[in-house]
């Protein structure tokens, strides 16, 4: 999927942007084939300061979002690989909102040319995340817990939802987590003096990633 070289946001992204107040553009991604480009069709995502339009250039009614609108946010990187030789990466997130909108884009880095939607899950990442660490610290403080898909913080530790139907649980104290670690498209959990992994979960059942592991990072640094 091709890049195109300084793009300009879409007028009706600026306007919605505006009236969303979504503050400056800060970046234009845009991306397609030589005939999506021939047909207006070329995937096209504005991002603001304070959120993102996403669509096609003429698309009447794009995805806009505000980072602190954001409820779920999941992102998935998958590494490809053909007779042993690298092919590329597929970049995937889903975007869910308080609102009840969702959206899905996926897209493929080659070793050659770097997908826009890589660079789109780059930025809002850590916007998103910073918008959702004030709530959930909040939540924290006045005893609530914080659920991340199969996990949850609470004030005590770790919290795991598992088994037929995600009905049974089990807690890790925070004294007793030695490391909580994303290897191999899972977020792994260690026990001290445990050999075994206290739990192993898919990245696709731990939405709000950054967020999660922010808020783990600061449970067990003291």
């Not at 600026?14 to 999506?36: F, N, P, Y």
Request: hydrophobic share 35%; net charge positive.
């Amino acid at each position: 999927m091709p890049r195109q070289e300084n793009p300009q946001a879409p007028q009706q992204y600026v306007d919605l942007a505006q009236a969303r107040q979504m503050g400056r553009v800060v970046q234009v991604l845009q991306g397609g084939s030589r005939l999506q480009s021939m047909r207006n069709k070329l995937l096209t995502i504005s991002l603001f300061e304070g959120g993102s339009v996403l669509g096609l250039p003429d698309d009447p009614k794009p995805f806009d979002f505000r980072y602190d609108e954001v409820d779920r946010f999941t992102q998935h990187a998958v590494r490809k690989y053909v007779n042993g030789g690298y092919r590329g990466t597929d970049f995937t997130c889903w975007i869910g909102l308080y609102d009840g909108r969702t959206h899905r884009i996926g897209g493929q880095t080659t070793p050659s040319e770097r997908h826009i939607v890589e660079d789109f899950i780059q930025y809002i990442d850590p916007r998103i995340a910073t918008a959702q660490l004030l709530r959930m610290q909040s939540a924290l403080r006045q005893g609530q817990p914080v659920e991340f898909g199969d996990y949850a913080l609470e004030a005590g530790g770790l919290r795991l939802a598992y088994g037929f139907g995600k009905k049974k649980q089990k807690r890790l104290a925070w004294p007793d987590v030695q490391e909580v670690t994303i290897k191999a498209g899972s977020v792994q959990v260690k026990a001290r003096g445990k050999r075994l992994t206290w739990a192993t979960v898919n990245v696709l059942s731990v939405p709000n990633l950054t967020a999660f592991m922010t808020l783990v990072r600061a449970a067990t640094s003291g």
